[in-house]
T-cell receptor, first 114, second 111 residues
């Protein structure tokens, strides 16, 4: 079955710097890759997703890139702010995410220092 | 609109007791998922309901775990004869098609 690995497990950056979180997946059939942000005591919230027919997607300060050949995808956050501090999870799914469960990475705890 | 809600938010129980966790999905969402999140870990898939189809139970860790979804809406996750290793946050998500929307979770502590 699918296996998703996520690095780093913790990341500390200075406010205004960029943060990059990387994930690799094992199942070449995976075609949907969402990223979730989880704040303390809350459920994960979708922040951006990408499907396998595109290589990059941007939404303001957040971007995701996908390399299908290498089977890895990354989250890029620019101009980080203290409110970006949270745990970020990557995930992968087949069937475009419309059926079946997501396989999650173990998460990255991002700390943005003012 | 209202998001996914879960109850209770916290549950403390004694080893060996049964517990029921409830999930109210977003109205109209056909898919419903249960995940388990242990301390400092990622989300572990438990079970998935899609419409009137038979649920995908492939993630349930043992036969002490079961779930049902009544009328295609509310879902209940039941854990029988709880063990200390069942302590975790249990998250429910619903989906209209692609995106999964998560509830706040139920933190279960088994003493």
């Amino acid at each position: 079955g699918e296996n998703v690995e996520q690095h780093p497990s913790t990341l500390s950056v200075q406010e205004g710097d960029s943060a990059v979180i990387k994930c690799t997946y094992s199942d070449s059939a995976s075609n949907y890759f969402p990223w979730y942000k989880q704040e303390l005591g809350k459920g994960p919230q979708l922040i951006i997703d990408i499907r396998s027919n595109v290589g990059e997607k941007k939404d303001q300060r957040i971007a995701v890139t996908l390399n299908k050949t290498a089977k890895h995808f990354s989250l890029h956050i620019t101009e980080t702010q203290p409110e970006d501090s949270a745990v970020y999870f990557c995930a992968a799914s087949t069937n475009g995410g419309s059926q079946g469960n997501l396989i999650f990475g173990k998460g990255t705890k991002l700390s943005v220092k003012p | 609109g209202a998001g996914v809600s879960q109850s209770p938010s916290n549950k403390v129980t004694e080893k060996g007791k049964d517990v029921e966790l409830r999930c109210d999905p977003i109205s109209g969402h056909t898919a419903l998922y249960w995940y388990r999140q242990s301390l400092g870990q990622g989300l572990e898939f438990l079970i998935y309901f899609q419409g009137n189809s038979a649920p995908d139970k492939s993630g349930l860790p043992s036969d002490r775990f079961s779930a049902e979804r009544t009328g295609g809406s509310v879902s209940t996750l039941t854990i029988q004869r709880t063990q200390q290793e069942d302590s975790a946050v249990y998250l429910c998500a619903s989906s209209p098609r692609y995106t999964q929307y998560f509830g706040p979770g139920t933190r279960l502590t088994v003493l």
